[in-house]
């Protein structure tokens, strides 16, 4: 539909104001054990502003910084440990969660390879949809694929991860689609609970940021209406910053690429195939970017038809719904 203008935007919010509910940051809690690379995932997908250490407040552990919290412009987030440390600390961490999950409205669990699902990550699911979080809700963000080996050419490698491309071969793709089936039939036997789908097991690199709306589409999808504009802005930024680390990291590896091309007749077989390799690398991130970009714009227009839909429900007016479509940030005010 065509962009209404300013003026048409305040006569449809004047007309529903009464309908129209307060606009609310979202919270997200992300949570998971020690090394899984939570911190890596906040600043990925919600900025350094937002996931730097030095911005968080200390929690009630007495030696360790076992809770975190930032309050963004646009976005609350809590940082939250995994289970299955030490039972002391189980239970200390449980009080933790039960206080917070109250206001949360996006959960994110961070583990890794290379056990489908381990013990801490059944536990902190479990104490999750003890503490009331149904399950559709609870996003398991799949981090350090490289952890996972794949058998090419009779050898067995680690997964290798192009930048923003993701697992760069064939086999490797397939290997990452198999251990998150695995960690889904893990998690539904280890909870105990069959509502678990694959889609909310996602893979992801929280270093380069590939598949990042992955784990943002599917934070997405159970947001109430009222926080959408603010998560828009909130997550507006991570497509350009992903794109950028990778355009630096192709520049480092074009100018590894030029280097080992300059003496190409020189080479070994072994860093022919090395020089082969990196090139496919290289063309692979920048393939990631571009598809990066083209995410972004998907999940905008994902936030853009879920907040028309909530105003259409709140106000009864589909004029509402579609003006809101346009105009997300405006429509609740900033």
């Known amino acids: 539909m065509t962009a209404p203008s300013q003026e048409q935007i305040r006569d449809v919010i004047d007309q529903h104001r009464a309908s129209l509910p307060t606009k609310r940051k979202p919270c ?24 730097a250490v030095g911005h968080f407040s200390r929690g009630t552990a007495q030696d360790e910084l076992y809770e975190w919290e930032s309050h963004g412009e646009h976005l609350d987030v809590v940082d939250l440990p995994g289970l299955g440390d030490t039972k002391e600390r189980d239970r200390e961490y449980r009080d933790m969660y039960r206080r917070r999950v109250e206001g949360a409205h996006g959960f994110i669990v961070v583990t890794t390879p290379p056990r489908p699902a381990s013990l801490p990550t059944l536990r902190t699911v479990t104490l999750l949809l003890g503490c009331g979080v149904p399950a559709e809700r609870i996003v398991i963000a799949f981090n350090r694929l490289s952890m996972l080996n794949v ?19 064939p086999e490797g793709r397939a290997r990452v689609e198999e251990a998150r089936a695995a960690l889904l039939s893990d998690l539904r036997a280890g909870t105990r609970n069959h509502a678990f789908t694959l889609a909310q097991v996602v893979p992801y690199d929280a270093l380069s940021g590939w598949n990042l709306y992955g784990v943002l589409g599917a934070v997405l999808a159970g947001l109430p209406g009222d926080t959408l504009p603010p998560w828009r802005d909130a997550v507006s930024t991570a497509a350009a910053r992903a794109v950028e680390k990778q355009r630096k990291r192709s520049a480092r590896e074009r100018k590894h690429i030029a280097e080992l091309e ?16 990196r090139k496919e ?40 719904g579609d003006v809101a479509r346009v105009a997300v940030s405006v429509f609740l005010g900033r």
């Open 28 to 51: 997200v809690i992300v949570c998971g054990g020690i090394g899984a690379g939570k911190t890596t995932t906040i600043n990925t997908l919600f900025g350094a502003d937002v996931g």
């Open 151 to 169: 058998e090419i050419d009779g050898e067995l490698m680690p997964v290798e991860m192009a930048g923003l491309g993701g697992p760069l071969d």
């Open 262 to 277: 300059a003496r190409i007749h020189q080479l070994t077989a072994d860093e022919y195939r090395y020089f082969v390799r």
């Open 281 to 320: 690398v290289s063309e692979a991130g920048d393939r990631g970017s571009n598809e990066t970009v083209k995410a972004a714009a998907a999940h905008e227009r994902s936030i853009s038809d879920r907040f028309g839909d909530a105003v259409t429900r709140w106000t009864g007016s589909r004029t509402a």
